[in-house]
């Protein structure tokens, strides 16, 4: 069996479509694995299954490279989003995830945006292994906490370069504090519209960029009275726009871009 798929980027953060619509689910745990492997398969930091679904355009299935799922993916969901209204040619679509129903649509520049649904701010949603004030955390540099479907952990520093997110990210991404492990954010404030991240993804290392930790950066910078509404995060691979009322959901607007497309070989010969 061979799978079709789609490669594609958000500003450097890889992810890959396969579009089960029509043909049931056959996605597993070892072949998310063995797509998932930079130097035997496709590479990617997320995956998206798409597949069909009947209150929404698409039902869409997010994977780890380690074979683990996850409820979203901010930069894997606009380039499902992207594919499906090129399809279409429609400017609007509702898709359905793990997160719940996520609207999606192309800007007049091209970018797509997607409502990311609300942040959950309790101590027992992001979730964290103690009842305590998510803005701020017991731990050293006093980071605030949050979820977007999945958790977050965000350092407000004064210099990026003075950071070994190498060494730093993954002892937080494993602390007990975090029973799911978290993503954790190191922010440096240019202005109250404009930050520079950096990112130690969960499961992943250092994406150039992660649409879901964007939207907890910001988030968890809004909550601290740091950051205006409307933001310009600057990753590694480029820049894209948060924007957050501090009630309601989550706006994330960014390109993306296809790389090429494929067949994998599913099944081992």
Not at 6 to 12: D, E, I, L, S
Not at 88 to 100: E, Q
Request: glycine content about 12%; proline content about 4%.
């Amino acid at each position: 069996m061979s799978l079709s798929f789609h490669k594609m980027h958000a500003n450097g953060d890889d992810f890959v479509i396969v579009d089960s619509r029509n043909a049931g689910n056959s996605m597993t745990a070892d072949i998310a694995r063995r797509m998932g492997d930079r130097n035997r398969g496709v590479g990617f930091n997320q995956l998206a299954v798409v597949l069909d679904c009947d209150d929404a355009d698409a039902n869409v299935m997010f994977w780890n490279a380690d074979g683990s799922t996850l409820d979203v993916c901010g930069s894997a969901t606009r380039g499902v989003a992207d594919m499906l209204m090129r399809e279409s040619g429609m400017a609007s679509i509702i898709l359905r995830t793990n997160r719940g129903l996520l609207t999606c649509e192309r800007t007049v520049t091209g970018t797509i945006s997607v409502s990311m649904g609300e942040p959950l701010l309790g101590w027992a949603d992001v979730p964290l292994t103690e009842e305590m004030d998510t803005a701020v955390l017991p731990l050293g540099g006093a980071p605030a906490a949050c979820s977007m479907g999945n958790p977050h952990c965000t350092f407000f520093v004064e210099d990026l370069a003075t950071i070994d997110i190498a060494t730093l990210g993954p002892a937080l991404e494993t602390h007990p504090l975090f029973p799911l492990r978290t993503n954790v954010h190191f922010v440096q404030i240019i202005d109250r519209q404009h930050i520079r991240l950096r990112i130690w993804e969960r499961w992943g290392g250092i994406p150039l960029g992660s649409g879901s930790c964007c939207c907890g950066a910001v988030v968890n910078g809004i909550r601290r009275g740091l950051l205006d509404n409307t933001v310009a995060v600057e990753c590694d691979g480029g820049t894209v726009t948060v924007q957050w009322d501090g009630v309601g959901s989550v706006i994330l607007t960014g390109p993306v871009l296809r790389v090429f497309s494929g067949t994998f070989a599913a099944t081992r010969s």
